[in-house]
């Protein structure tokens, strides 16, 4: 079974610049997860999903970034402007319910300079 | 709300000895407790959960953890480490659907 996708791995922008994360979700998984993991700190969930409906984005800082998942399979992240404390591992996971094991991707590595 | 507190950010351990990473966690209700490992440049596995039922959980690779509800405490622990253990550990707790990681500790196995 594929696992969860992301991409692009690496992306280095300078500060103000836009840019947009990728995740494909694990076939059938109806919940979908976007966390910032920056250096130093635990994953701190973003945004959440049910199919392709918002189920929590109380964390997500709403004047730059955004997400969406339209047809309720992949996702996209997308941050403008991008400012220097955006630095991190951007996570995406999924799981198939609300309440089931939830599962990583690698993660997409953000630098601002 | 919930937090979790992971007070070793760093634990160094030779090759073959015993591992505790310390846990502690606050909540106002039943919670669910979760340990995920990190390799290099990849996502979070889980390494194992606690639910419900017996407090000593056993996980993947070798690891179990302790559920203590009056030290609020979940401690995961390997009594033999192995050089590919060399990895960073998050604590996380879950309450109402919604998972709150640990500051992580990172284990290195000095061979």
């Known amino acids: 079974e594929a696992g969860v996708a992301q991409s692009p791995r690496y992306k280095i922008i300078e500060k103000r610049q836009s840019v947009a994360f990728w995740c494909n979700p694990i076939?059938?998984?109806?919940?979908l997860y976007w966390y910032q993991q920056i250096l130093g700190q635990g994953p701190k969930l973003l945004i959440q999903f049910q199919n392709n409906g918002v189920v929590d984005d109380s964390q997500l800082p709403k004047d730059r970034f955004s997400a969406e998942r339209l047809k309720g399979v992949d996702s996209t992240l997308k941050i403008q402007p991008a400012k220097l404390e955006d630095s991190a591992v951007y996570l995406c996971?999924?799981?198939?319910?609300?309440?089931?094991?939830?599962?990583f991707g690698p993660g997409t590595r953000l630098t601002v300079l | 709300a919930q937090s979790v507190t992971q007070l070793d950010s760093q634990v160094p351990v030779f090759e073959e000895a015993p591992v505790e990473l310390r846990c502690n966690y606050s909540?106002?209700?039943?919670?669910?407790l979760f340990w995920y490992v990190q390799y290099p440049n990849q996502g979070l596995q889980l390494l194992l959960k606690?639910?419900?039922?017996?407090?000593l959980v056993k996980g993947i690779n070798g690891f179990e953890a302790e559920f203590n509800k009056s030290q609020t405490s979940f401690h995961l622990r390997k009594p033999s480490v192995h050089i590919s253990d060399t990895a960073e550990y998050f604590c996380?707790?879950?309450?109402?659907?919604?998972?709150?990681f640990g500051t992580g500790t990172r284990l290195t196995i000095i061979p």
């Open positions: 996971a999924s799981s198939l319910d609300r309440s089931s094991e939830q599962f």
């Open positions: 606690y639910l419900s039922g017996s407090t």
């Open positions: 076939s059938g998984h109806a919940t």
């Open positions: 909540s106002s209700v039943s919670v669910y």
């Open positions: 996380a707790v879950s309450e109402n659907e919604k998972l709150t």
